[in-house]
């Protein structure tokens, strides 16, 4: 019975594979078009920001530091030096100086803004504070006005 249901399938083709779509290693005009051009793409050291330490360094995306004091802003941004870590590595290294500070989705997306009373508790903090979602550093969308607090 099971033998003759699936003969019966392959026949009618209610089994048969989609066709794939030819692999291209340049894209198509119809997919650079659909492309979404605000997702990040890798490479794309634009949208990232440098944290080093003297020694390590990592790369953090754009918009990640939430609150950053000001004896710390000769640590970001500066030309990269020493051993690229994970941002799991240099974190654990720099727990003294860095504090993650974990984010929903919808923060990490931009749908929603991250609560002032989250930020005017960092403000108080003399650590840096990053924004992490599912254990790496996320940009966030800061309220309007509050984007000084974080000096990014």
Do not use: C
Not at 1 to 14: E, F, H, P, Q
Not at 32 to 49: C, I, Q
């Amino acid at each position: 019975m099971k033998a003759s249901l699936i003969l019966l399938a392959l026949a009618t083709g209610a089994l048969a594979v989609p066709a794939q779509p030819p692999i291209t290693a340049v894209p198509t005009a119809e997919q650079t078009k659909h492309r979404d051009r605000t997702a990040p793409t890798p490479g794309n050291v634009e949208s990232t920001v440098t944290l080093h330490d003297g020694t390590h360094w990592t790369l953090v995306p754009s918009g990640a530091v939430v609150h950053l004091p000001a004896g710390l802003r000769s640590l970001v941004g500066a030309k990269a030096v020493g051993q690229l870590l994970t941002w799991a590595e240099f974190l654990e290294k720099n727990r003294s100086w860095i504090t993650p500070a974990v984010v929903t989705f919808e923060e990490a997306a931009g749908t929603h803004t991250l609560p002032t009373k989250h930020i005017k508790l960092w403000s108080k903090q003399d650590k840096m504070i990053v924004a992490v979602h599912q254990g790496g550093p996320t940009s966030v969308r800061l309220p309007e006005d509050n984007r000084s607090l974080a000096q990014r």
